[in-house]
């Protein structure tokens, strides 16, 4: 069994940054892939960004393609998503995933969620 914590969301006006943050309670090898989802309200979840925990594959959605980058930290098994010139439509509970699987489609483990708010 694997724990995700995020940290990091918050109230950001348009054009901003946040940079989440999610902790793995602890390193698996079964573990393949991570990464970020999101979910606003009246909307289904959709997948952010995900990267593999080992090499440098990386996976960004269109919808946020250029402004948000997903890394990762082995030692500290921490995944980062950094997102930059945040847009209000970017509104929503963002959540860290893990999976056993690569591509990440099918979701193990989720993080309990913390909400990014983008408004004036």
């Known amino acids: 069994q694997v724990q995700l914590v995020e940290s990091g969301g918050g109230l950001v006006q348009p054009g901003g940054s946040l940079r989440l943050s999610c902790v793995a309670s602890r390193r698996s090898f079964s573990i393949l892939g991570l990464g970020w989802f999101r979910q606003a309200p009246g909307k289904e979840r959709e997948k952010v960004a995900t990267?593999?925990?080992?090499?440098?594959?990386?996976y960004h959605a269109d919808s946020v393609k250029g402004r948000f980058t997903i890394s990762r930290d082995n030692a500290k098994n921490t995944v980062y998503l950094q997102m930059n010139s945040l847009k209000v439509e970017d509104t929503a509970v963002y959540y860290c995933?893990?999976?056993?699987?690569?591509?990440?489609?099918?979701?193990?483990?989720w993080g309990q969620g913390t909400q990014v708010t983008v408004s004036s």
């Open positions: 990267i593999r925990w080992s090499g440098e594959t990386t």
């Open positions: 995933a893990a999976s056993h699987s690569w591509p990440l489609d099918a979701v193990d483990y």
